[in-house]
């Protein structure tokens, strides 16, 4: 994941595990945001936590957009 650095990542990694914090939160946001179209509330990523889940989570959001 390029936000972490990261050249691997897992569907159950902790993104503030993997060395996430909230500055590196709103970027992934905006990229989410730019690369998909759709809101993607912050909160996602406290709620869900891992990339898997985040990634589903931004699957709903985008089906429910379009």
Do not use: H, W
């Not at 939160?25 to 898997?52: C, H, R």
């Amino acid at each position: 994941m390029d936000v972490l650095g990261l050249a691997t990542s897992d569907d159950d990694d902790d993104f503030y595990d993997a060395g996430g914090n909230s500055v590196l939160a709103i970027k992934l946001g905006d990229l989410v945001e730019s690369d998909l179209n759709i809101e993607f509330p912050i909160e996602t990523l406290f709620q869900y936590g891992t990339l898997g889940a985040v990634v589903a989570a931004c699957e709903r959001l985008r089906r429910d957009a379009g």
